[in-house]
């Protein structure tokens, strides 16, 4: 367990966004997102970039979780796909990313999107790449 | 040519990214957004939360543009993917979405994102379809 | 239950690849295929097409199943993506395809595929649109 | 110029398929196919199995173009998407590849299908990675 402050609290986007990170352990992230009048687009439903961002967000995290506190790890997404299969008007939306494999640096997940009223408006699957020193889950002091 | 303001004027969710509509024509958008500190994430790049809600700006209006004054346009994104090909820090972004191909009310995008130094930082493809009335060119008064 | 041939028997490619659909069910389809010689590469290992080809027939099926005997199901597969987490060399191959969400006449699919070991080796979605008369679960006599 | 015999001739599902690379340089390869009775699904269309696979060799190849007489490069795919823009019924079909991106030992290409007409039947981006050796143009010798 990792009683260190969520990193997704110290990121500017997530701030900008209002995304943060509720559930973490090693394979799993939950993001989760209060969607207002901010997020909407001109048809008032949640602009596909604010799920897009949270994708990326929980599919990322679900990758990076650390068994060491205080260490950390890193990751960029190489690439990333998405369907919609609902719209999102305004309140909770929760993204739930799930690795599903991994090789010696990179790794791949599963995400999945809900509205407020727990329906999926979402789903997508990423390619990630570990940075040196994040491979395993220890991560580094400084990765 | 639609001297109407752009709609990415009045969407709250562009307002909150700093996303702009600069160039629109049949089949093509381009939309830019200044990065800075707000639109990072814990490793001071550009989250990809952003070229991610670039491209679905960009390739949805590539097919939204509307030949008569005072009708608009709309359309739902299906599905996206994106490969992340470079890094982005600050400066201005650019995101170009054409319209490759269309069907009777679907049609498909591709999108390319250049950072600052007009290096290709993303690209992307994506599914839209047109909402009723918003198939042609010219649009509908209300659609 | 639909007690007809399976339509998989009757097409060409199918028989070209030796694909076979063993399971079928309204929003699932199991298509398998014993790999050998004529499905690898260069590298002796299973060719990424024929992973492919199996992830489009399980994803597309899974969506046409049909309860009334000697009615049939078409669709189109609009857009498929796959990620490949590991390599098959010879033996049964087994590709899963679950009907996620759909809409008035599209659908989307979940489709997994395994070696003979039980390993996955691959995972897609796909978007797929049914033709005219295919929709419902009863389909139509000449879909 | 590579005056080996290409690669694509001695692939056994090259050869099931009845694809052959037709022109290879280094970014770049094409790939044709005679679309006969056999590569077709149950509605008298070319399977999108055969689409896909045409992509993931012409994607692939487009790396692999070595410099070095009698070297070899190789690569995996780790991720391909296709969107489907049109209908193939039989004749010759072309698939080209192109290399969009490159970091130290992973690829992006983008990939267009034509059908006989010359019209765009299909597109596709993916990520590649080069196996141990396979990363500059001159290859190795048993990469």
Same mark, same amino acid.
């Given at each position: 367990? /990792?009683? =260190?402050?969520?990193?997704?609290?110290?990121?500017?986007?997530?701030? !900008?966004?209002?995304?943060?990170?509720?559930?973490?352990?090693? &394979?799993?992230?939950?993001?989760?997102?209060?969607?207002?009048?901010?997020?909407? $687009?001109?048809?008032?439903?949640?602009?596909?970039?604010? +799920?897009?961002?949270?994708?990326?967000? @929980?599919?990322?995290?679900?990758? !990076?979780?650390?068994?060491?506190? &205080? $260490?950390?790890?890193?990751?960029?997404? +190489?690439?990333?796909?998405?369907?919609?299969?609902?719209?999102?008007? @305004?309140?909770?939306? #929760?993204?739930?990313?799930? !690795?599903?494999?991994? &090789?010696? /640096? +990179?790794?791949?997940?599963?995400?999945? #999107?809900? /509205?407020? @009223?727990?329906?999926? #408006? @979402?789903?997508?699957?990423?390619?990630?790449?570990?940075?040196?020193?994040? =491979?395993?889950?220890?991560?580094?002091?400084?990765?």
């Amino acid at each position: 367990m /990792n009683d =260190e402050p969520f990193p997704a609290a110290s990121a500017p986007y997530h701030q !900008l966004l209002g995304m943060t990170l509720e559930e973490w352990r090693d &394979g799993f992230a939950r993001v989760v997102l209060e969607a207002g009048p901010a997020h909407m $687009n001109r048809s008032d439903i949640v602009h596909g970039g604010v +799920i897009l961002s949270m994708i990326d967000q @929980a599919a990322g995290f679900c990758g !990076l979780w650390c068994s060491v506190p &205080g $260490n950390i790890r890193k990751a960029v997404t +190489i690439d990333l796909d998405c369907r919609f299969t609902g719209q999102t008007t @305004a309140g909770r939306m #929760v993204a739930e990313g799930k !690795l599903v494999s991994r &090789g010696r /640096n +990179i790794y791949f997940a599963r995400t999945e #999107v809900f /509205n407020a @009223a727990g329906e999926m #408006v @979402a789903f997508g699957s990423s390619t990630h790449r570990w940075r040196a020193g994040s =491979e395993t889950v220890e991560g580094s002091p400084g990765a």
